[in-house]
């Protein structure tokens, strides 16, 4: 089993930044390949961003391209994802997960382990 807290979520102003936190436990992090995902009110959860253990390669939604990056401490066993120039089209409960697989991935359901969720409120 992987527990996953996330921390960070805050209300900021639209051109703000934040970053946000995913502490795991429960299992060796280095083999975990972690992802960012959002769920804005009324909308299916998507996908942000996830870094792969294996190869250390990362992917990313088109819509957070060039403004968001994720990184993960191994020794912190943290995953973070660092969110510049935020729009209000980026207010979301954001949510970590992870997955035992060497490879990233954009869905969902190729992940085994989630967050409960931390709160991303942009303002215009």
């Known amino acids: 089993q992987v527990q996953l807290v996330e921390s960070g979520g805050q209300l900021v102003q639209a051109g703000g930044s934040l970053r946000l936190s995913c502490a795991a436990s429960?299992?060796?992090?280095?083999?975990?390949?972690m992802g960012w995902f959002r769920q804005a009110p009324g909308k299916e959860r998507e996908f942000v961003a996830a870094?792969?253990?294996?190869?250390?390669?990362?992917g990313y939604a088109d819509s957070v391209k060039g403004r968001f990056t994720i990184s993960r401490d191994n020794a912190k066993n943290t995953v973070y994802l660092q969110m510049n120039s935020l729009k209000p089209e980026d207010t979301a409960v954001y949510y970590c997960?992870?997955?035992?697989?060497?490879?990233?991935?954009?869905?969902?359901?190729?992940?085994?382990?989630w967050g409960q969720g931390t709160q991303v409120t942009v303002s215009s």
């Open positions: 997960a992870a997955r035992g697989r060497t490879d990233w991935s954009g869905s969902a359901y190729d992940y085994d382990y």
């Open positions: 429960g299992r060796t992090f280095s083999s975990l390949t």
């Open positions: 870094h792969a253990w294996y190869s250390g390669n990362t």
